[in-house]
């Protein structure tokens, strides 16, 4: 069932757990994520970076996959469409091409641009029943070509963004996208705090860069009002080892191991473990 991500978000805030956004890239990925949040009644968010809507032809071929996808294999846990770190024209293609959900990132803007792009898409969304995300504070690393430096949002700026009536809110507190260096100084749980102060208790909070970031972390991120988090780096990571590992072993040679159905098999279900995993961490797991 493709939702906007308002209630599953709400009801996630006030239940103290978190929905899970996992970017898909192609038609295994979205398989993988939306059956093993069926099968683990879970509700989840099905991210598309401005790069993967691009690879995989356009955003209207990917929420007709999506949409297809959802009848064909009998999903009835929520799901959100969700474009990730969206641009202010992204958003609006995304919007006419049928996403359920949306990110604008005007992190990279003067605060007053941020508040006036963000409050223009926000009567959009509101007007047709769709979510959306603003950010305040860049989240480091980089992400298909997004490339943030990893500042800590001011709490009197997310506090702005948040009156102007978004969803949820993406504040940088130290998380970066991709893997994390060994001399990372971790998530600045105090930054986090006045931020939850600042926007009150109501407001959803985004987690970017969900991969490699340690449970007590993510579990604490939670307690303070964190209610979306995303996963990419992990589900391509599992991916890429479970295909090398089939590639490595000779199966692409047996038989018709070559077969993009079997050659491809071993990341989906790669992809499907780390996944489940992560839903039995942020705690969504029966929860749609």
């Not at 692409?252 to 159905?261: S, V």
Request: hydrophobic share 40%; proline share 3%.
């Amino acid at each position: 069932m493709l939702t906007s991500a308002k209630e599953m978000l709400n009801k996630a805030r006030e239940g103290k757990y978190a929905v899970g956004q996992f970017n898909i890239n192609n038609l295994e990925w979205t398989k993988a994520v939306l059956l093993t949040a069926q099968e683990n009644n879970s509700p989840v968010i099905l991210g598309v970076s401005e790069g993967a809507g691009k690879y995989m032809t356009g955003y209207k071929t990917v929420a007709a996959m999506v949409k297809a996808m959802i009848e064909e294999l009998n999903i009835t846990v929520p799901v959100a469409l969700h474009l990730d770190h969206g641009s202010y024209e992204g958003a609006k293609k995304c919007i006419e091409a049928g996403f359920s959900s949306i990110m604008f990132d005007g992190s990279h803007y003067p605060i007053a641009e941020n508040i006036e792009k963000t409050k223009e898409l926000v009567a959009i969304t509101n007007a047709k029943g769709l979510s959306l995300e603003a950010e305040v504070g860049s989240i480091g690393g980089e992400e298909d070509g997004v490339v943030g430096k990893g500042e800590v949002a001011d709490a009197n700026e997310c506090k702005q963004i948040a009156e102007l009536g978004v969803t949820m809110l993406a504040a940088g507190i130290g998380n970066i996208h991709g893997k994390y260096p060994a001399n990372w100084a971790g998530l600045d749980f105090d930054a986090l705090a006045k931020i939850e102060e600042a926007v009150g208790t109501e407001m959803p909070l985004v987690l970017h860069g969900g991969t490699g970031i340690p449970e007590d972390m993510i579990k604490k991120a939670i307690s303070l009002g964190v209610a979306k988090i995303n996963v990419n780096t992990e589900c391509q990571l599992s991916f890429q080892e479970a295909t090398r590992k089939y590639i490595e072993a000779g199966k692409d040679l047996e038989g018709k191991g070559f077969d993009p159905r079997k050659l491809l098999a071993p990341g989906f279900e790669a992809i499907k473990a780390t996944v489940k995993e992560k839903m039995e961490l942020f705690g969504s797991v029966n929860k749609a």
